[in-house]
């Protein structure tokens, strides 16, 4: 199988996370820049990464990447590119773009320029001149930044925050793929505690659980890329059966998701079963004064609600001095919460031992991170 250069998209403040899954994964030959991770990996990557990437966007392939002055320049050098080694004679490539700080700045006409130069490249081996676009789907974008061009291909398709189980939606949802950042940036592991007192539909337990299980978060959902010649079915089929082989089915989560809402409480429930971890985790409606644990050690992780409507402010300031009170009984837990108050800490009466700037959305927040100790080791018996 042959080498090529692939980009793991993600949200800004997520990049590291990103690449410390695709080392997981073994593809260290990697870049990590500003909402993307750029590596190295064959035909078997494009299916192992959209099906096990949880906090990534989407993985494209890069087709090249040049520098772009004028509109001359766009057209020839990304005619000069391999689109007939990707794209079959039937294919629709559609393509999107984007441009910062470059000074081909017109957006609709840098999508025009590439698709006429796709097209011209594409017309040399097939030898005809209209394409009726009727077939597999090979999305293209055009992307300037610095006046450095980056051509792709995506082999996602829907989002892989589109885990497949969130078929039903509460007011403003976390997207999957911060939540899973979330949870991985807490180094929880399947035999600590976990408690989200603001659960909502239940995607940061949800996310929980198929980390705590080892479950591929792509299992559920199609991608792009598996109506693509260029990539044998039998490589989708065998990564998605190595996923399934690697599942732990017997392990024993302790994973607890409230809120006081009623109706987000059987959405969390359904969106479980629907995810395959209903098992893994208990969901109750409960406020957040009431949270409370018998365990000694363990992780709060959280998403409370920001007070971005008119009105609302005063309740969530509120809100979150209540928190600081609560959670303090909690002594030996560790507490990790996404905020968009600038004065969180303050109001929370504790400043966090870490702090990492993340986007909910288009919402700017800080993940405030506050350290408990680590339980005891235990003794190992026997001599020494």
Same mark, same amino acid.
């Given at each position: 199988?042959?080498?090529?250069?692939?980009?793991?998209?993600?949200?800004?403040?997520?990049?590291?996370?990103?690449?410390?899954?695709?080392?997981?994964?073994?593809?260290?030959?990697?870049?990590?820049?500003?909402?993307?991770?750029?590596?190295?990996?064959?035909?078997?990557?494009?299916?192992?990464?959209?099906?096990?990437?949880?906090?990534?966007?989407?993985?494209?392939?890069?087709?090249?990447?040049?520098?772009?002055?004028?509109?001359?320049?766009?057209?020839?050098?990304?005619?000069?590119?391999?689109?007939?080694?990707?794209?079959?004679?039937?294919?629709?490539?559609?393509?999107?773009?984007?441009?910062?700080?470059?000074?081909?700045?017109?957006?609709?006409?840098?999508?025009?320029?590439?698709?006429?130069?796709?097209?011209?490249?594409?017309?040399?081996?097939?030898?005809?001149?209209?394409?009726?676009?009727?077939?597999?789907?090979?999305?293209?974008?055009?992307?300037?930044?610095?006046?450095?061009?980056?051509?792709?291909?995506?082999?996602?398709?829907?989002?892989?925050?589109? *885990?497949?189980?969130?078929?039903?939606?509460?007011?403003?949802?976390?997207?999957?793929?911060?939540?899973?950042?979330?949870?991985?940036?807490?180094?929880?592991?399947?035999?600590?505690?976990?408690?989200?007192?603001?659960?909502?539909?239940?995607?940061?337990?949800?996310? +929980?659980?198929?980390?705590?299980?080892?479950?591929?978060?792509?299992?559920?959902?199609?991608?792009?890329?598996?109506?693509?010649?260029?990539?044998? !079915?039998?490589?989708?089929?065998?990564?998605?059966?190595?996923?399934?082989?690697?599942?732990?089915?017997?392990?024993?989560?302790?994973?607890?998701?409230?809120?006081?809402?009623?109706?987000?409480?059987?959405? +969390?429930?359904?969106?479980?079963?629907?995810?395959?971890?209903?098992?893994?985790?208990?969901?109750?409606?409960?406020?957040?004064?009431?949270?409370?644990?018998?365990?000694?050690?363990?992780?709060?992780?959280?998403?409370?609600?920001?007070?971005?409507?008119?009105?609302?402010?005063?309740?969530?300031?509120?809100?979150?001095?209540?928190?600081?009170?609560?959670?303090?009984?909690?002594?030996?837990?560790?507490?990790?919460?996404?905020?968009?108050?600038?004065?969180?800490?303050?109001?929370?009466? *504790?400043?966090?031992?870490?702090?990492?700037?993340?986007?909910?959305?288009?919402?700017?927040?800080?993940?405030?991170?506050?350290?408990?100790?680590?339980?005891?080791?235990?003794?190992? !018996?026997?001599?020494?």
């Amino acid at each position: 199988m042959s080498k090529m250069q692939l980009i793991a998209t993600s949200t800004f403040g997520i990049e590291a996370v990103v690449g410390r899954e695709l080392l997981k994964l073994g593809y260290q030959d990697q870049h990590v820049e500003n909402g993307k991770v750029t590596f190295s990996g064959d035909e078997s990557a494009v299916c192992r990464t959209n099906l096990w990437l949880r906090s990534a966007d989407r993985v494209l392939v890069k087709i090249g990447e040049f520098k772009a002055l004028t509109f001359e320049e766009l057209f020839q050098q990304t005619k000069a590119l391999p689109w007939d080694e990707w794209i079959p004679e039937d294919a629709q490539f559609p393509v999107d773009g984007k441009s910062i700080d470059s000074k081909l700045s017109s957006v609709p006409d840098c999508q025009a320029i590439v698709k006429k130069a796709v097209v011209e490249k594409l017309k040399q081996k097939y030898r005809k001149d209209w394409f009726d676009e009727s077939g597999p789907l090979y999305r293209i974008e055009v992307g300037l930044l610095k006046d450095m061009a980056t051509l792709t291909i995506d082999t996602t398709g829907a989002g892989l925050h589109k *885990r497949g189980y969130r078929k039903l939606v509460s007011g403003a949802p976390l997207k999957e793929t911060l939540a899973a950042a979330m949870i991985m940036i807490s180094r929880w592991n399947h035999e600590r505690v976990l408690i989200d007192p603001f659960c909502g539909s239940g995607t940061i337990p949800i996310e +929980a659980a198929l980390i705590g299980m080892n479950l591929a978060p792509g299992l559920k959902r199609p991608f792009t890329a598996e109506s693509w010649g260029n990539i044998p !079915s039998g490589l989708w089929k065998q990564a998605r059966e190595e996923a399934l082989d690697t599942v732990c089915k017997d392990c024993e989560l302790r994973i607890n998701g409230s809120d006081i809402d009623d109706e987000v409480m059987s959405l +969390a429930r359904y969106h479980a079963r629907e995810a395959g971890v209903e098992k893994s985790l208990h969901f109750q409606r409960m406020a957040m004064s009431d949270i409370s644990s018998r365990f000694k050690y363990g992780f709060i992780i959280c998403n409370p609600p920001y007070g971005e409507r008119l009105g609302e402010a005063k309740e969530v300031e509120k809100l979150y001095r209540q928190m600081g009170t609560v959670f303090k009984t909690l002594d030996t837990w560790s507490y990790y919460v996404l905020a968009s108050h600038p004065q969180f800490e303050s109001l929370f009466g *504790r400043r966090a031992d870490k702090k990492r700037k993340l986007y909910n959305g288009r919402i700017m927040c800080n993940y405030y991170q506050f350290y408990g100790p680590p339980p005891p080791r235990i003794k190992e !018996s026997g001599s020494a």
